[in-house]
Nanobody, 121 residues
Framework: VQLVESGGGLVQAGGSLRLSCTAS????????TRWFRQVAGKEREPVAA????????YYADFVKGRSTISRDNAKGTVSLQMTGLKPEDTAVYYC???????????????WGQGTQVTVSS
């Protein structure tokens, strides 16, 4: 499974971004998918996750109510719509897919290269 993130960029505080993760490979529809973020010098932290069919989701407290994760298995994509962005949301955002069905897991079997999100104040 190969994952490619897109949709990052520079946005003003209060703005919105939609991150996309495009997957290749036949197994992706069977995998749970997570978004993580990492600031240089800090640990990578989970942001949101979705199970294989989209029936279950998980959000970290810091994005709860401001973000929506969704997936389209027919297109091989998982999206993260983020609103009300804050400067502290600035990070590299990574997409990850895993056979682990625990949506709170911090591990991943497959990873993308990341997309930079910068929120200016």
């Amino acid at each position: 499974v190969q994952l490619v993130e897109s949709g990052g960029g520079l946005v003003q505080a209060g703005g919105s971004l939609r991150l996309s993760c495009t997957a290749s490979g036949p197994f992706f529809p069977h995998l749970s998918t997570r978004w993580f973020r990492q600031v240089a010098g800090k640990e990578r932290e989970p942001v949101a996750a979705i199970n294989w069919d989209g029936s279950e989701t998980y959000y970290a407290d810091f994005v709860k109510g401001r973000s929506t994760i969704s997936r389209d298995n027919a297109k091989g994509t998982v999206s993260l719509q983020m609103t009300g962005l804050k400067p502290e949301d600035t990070a590299v955002y990574y997409c990850s897919a895993s056979v682990n069905f625990d949506l709170t897991s911090r591990t991943g079997d497959y990873w993308g290269q990341g997309t930079q999100v910068t929120v200016s104040s």
